[in-house]
């Protein structure tokens, strides 16, 4: 079953994921009752930068990514964000969060000034990420293994990232055995999102040229991330 060492990994990771959330007062902001395209838009930019906020120091929690070289932990971050988000955006909109805020933000983002050809595989994603029904477990690990992505634009030593990520898939094929018995497929589904994020992050960067055209202003912490401005 699991080694001491995989508990413990498990552990660290998942109480991290716990832990560095969006924070109520940013999140209940989604709440408020303006819903022009341009509110939308500057809601979803405080979301966003809040989110690359919590995804850096849930980053910092991952066992072995500070050991890393800091231009290598830079690039892991940089060409992770948006799919991490995407993640996390599919869990905030499949979960029960509090009462509202799911329609709430399904409606801002689809009226936030992004083109229908993106929204429509933006929501099957959303769509297929609710199907697989995934434990807390399994979503923080699979953000994990995203974020521990050897082939990032940048990365110098592939080699020591691919063995963070690989100890991780190790631990995520055995927390779905555990949680999805009668699904033996399930971890090779689970893979298979990881390949449509990539597919998401492609249409992303068309999404904020689009965005800049309109000429949208980003947050000096998404600039740097997502190399806009
Ligand atoms: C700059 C901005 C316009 C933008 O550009 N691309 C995207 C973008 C979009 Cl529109 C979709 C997917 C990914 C990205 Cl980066 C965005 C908005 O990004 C978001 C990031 C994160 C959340 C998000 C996460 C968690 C939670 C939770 C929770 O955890 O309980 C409660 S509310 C909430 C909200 C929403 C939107």
Redesign the pocket.
């Known amino acids: 079953e699991f080694t001491t060492e995989q508990q413990a990994l498990m552990r660290v990771i998942t109480d991290a994921y716990n832990k560095h ?2 924070p109520q007062d940013v ?1 209940k902001k ?1 709440l408020q009752d303006q819903y022009s395209t341009e509110e939308n ?1 500057l809601l ?2 405080e ?2 930068t809040s ?1 690359v906020q919590v995804l850096v120091e849930f980053t910092k929690n991952i066992p072995g990514f500070l050991s890393l070289d800091r231009e290598d932990q830079i690039a892991l971050l940089k060409g992770s964000a ?1 799919e991490a ?2 993640l ?2 599919a ?2 909109l499949n979960k029960k ?1 509090p009462i509202g ?1 799911t329609e709430v ?1 399904e409606e801002r ?1 689809h009226k ?1 000034g ?1 083109s229908e050809e993106f929204i429509k595989p ?1 929501f099957n994603f959303y769509k297929s990420i609710g199907e697989l029904h995934m434990v807390l477990e399994e979503q923080a690990l699979l953000t994990t293994i995203t974020i521990l992505t050897p082939d990032r634009p940048y990365v110098k030593d592939q080699p020591a990232v691919e063995r963070l990520q690989e100890n991780v898939l190790d631990l995520l094929r055995k927390m779905c055995v555990l949680h999805h018995p009668q699904e033996p497929q399930y971890f090779a589904r689970l893979l298979g999102r990881l390949t449509e994020l990539r597919t998401l992050s492609h249409y ?1 960067a068309e ?2 040229a689009s ?1 800049k055209v309109n000429n949208h202003k ?1 947050t000096p912490l ?1 600039c740097e991330i997502w190399d806009v401005q």
Do not use: E, K, N, Y
């Open positions: 959330q969006i999140t989604l838009f979803l930019t979301m966003a989110q948006v988000m995407f996390r955006s869990q905030a969060m805020h933000l983002i936030s992004i933006m992303h999404m904020l965005w980003f998404l």
